[in-house]
T-cell receptor, first 116, second 115 residues
């Protein structure tokens, strides 16, 4: 399968613990996005990368959240000191950006986080 | 800020009947509009987009969408629904104002096609 891969599929953690999620984008895709989705809502933007550079971060993203994309390939999203409100599906998407008009996102299946 | 609204949480349609999933948008400047579909336990999949040009846009799986500037709408349509079309549908717009090139998604509409 050459689609966007996310690991793990499910994560259950206790409040206050740190968690890290991984996203492997489609090979050669230069843009990578992280979204959060809660039940009954659409995906909510968190941050995005152009190659290894993190270009945008949502104002909703607290300092407990950090994302990296070393070498412009896979990306990790870390949440420190998790809270119950962090429980959500975390989605990763990638795209081959050549022109704004042609950009199309390819999504992974997501990581479902449950904070107890 | 750019935004989209999907006024219906749920749409039910009988198999073989035409379907419409509604979306309205609010943007400054020219809108870049998209439809994505999410099947259970699957990632969102791109259906179609409107950037410029013809108001009727054709996409994957027989879906099409009609861009209406005066009504600020971008409704998703299909002439004959299939049971396999049952899924969650999201309208989205590029937000060039706040987040560079970010995509902003609506809350989604659950489509149920009844056999």
């Amino acid at each position: 399968d050459t689609g966007v891969s996310q690991d793990p599929r499910h994560k259950i953690t206790k409040r206050g613990q740190n968690v890290t999620f991984r996203c492997d984008p489609i090979s050669e895709h230069n843009h990578l996005y992280w979204y959060r989705q809660t039940l009954g809502q659409g995906p909510e933007f968190l941050t995005y990368f152009q190659n290894e550079a993190q270009l945008e971060k949502s104002r909703l993203l607290s300092d407990r959240f950090s994302a990296e994309r070393p070498k412009g390939s896979f990306s990790t999203l870390e949440i420190q000191r998790t809270e119950q409100g962090d429980s959500a599906m975390y989605l990763c998407a990638s795209s081959l950006f050549l022109d704004t008009k042609d950009e199309k996102l390819f999504f992974g299946s997501g990581t479902q986080l449950s904070v107890l | 800020a750019q935004s989209v609204a999907q006024p219906e949480d749920q749409v039910n349609v009988a198999e073989g009947n035409p379907l419409t999933v509604k979306c309205t948008y609010s943007v400054s400047g020219n809108p870049y509009l998209f439809w994505y579909v999410q099947y259970p336990n699957r990632g969102l999949q791109f259906l179609l987009k409107y950037i410029t040009g013809d108001n009727l846009v054709k996409g994957s799986y027989g879906f099409e969408a009609e861009f209406n500037k005066s009504q600020t709408s971008f409704h998703l349509k299909k002439p004959s629904a299939l049971v396999s079309d049952s899924a969650l549908y999201f309208c989205a717009v590029r937000d060039f104002d706040n987040y560079g090139q970010n995509f902003v998604f609506g809350p989604g509409t659950r489509l149920s096609v009844l056999p």
